[in-house]
């Protein structure tokens, strides 16, 4: 990881991702047109922030970690560019499913 992307510490239960790959998803074995598809997309956490806080003042920790792979939303996230590399912020719950391996 570079020193300036070390420095970027996303802020409450932001996950900042890279994207690695977009895997198309058809629906019950129906055959959709491809610009009809809905793409789910592939990316690897970089960095996490400490949680958001709940009543109390507490952060509730977030469940990903960095180098965990996710899925995200075809849309959504805030673009940010590091050092000539796109990466993606989004709030925890707005990823979709954690991949296990």
Known sequence: ??????????????????KTEAITKTRGGIVIPEKAQQKVL??????????????????TPVTVKVGDKVLLPEYGGTKV????????????????????S
């Not at 570079?2 to 991702?17: E, T």
């Not at 592939?42 to 952060?59: D, E, I, K």
């Not at 590091?82 to 925890?92: C, I, S």
Request: net charge negative; charged share 30%.
């Open 1 to 18: 990881m570079s020193g300036a992307l070390k420095r970027l510490v996303p802020l409450f239960d932001r996950v900042l991702v890279e």
């Open 42 to 59: 592939q990316a690897t956490v970089v960095a996490v922030g400490p949680g958001a806080r709940n009543n109390q003042g507490q952060h």
């Open 81 to 100: 560019e590091v050092e000539d590399k796109e990466y993606f912020l989004f709030k925890e719950n707005d990823l979709l499913a954690k991949l296990e």
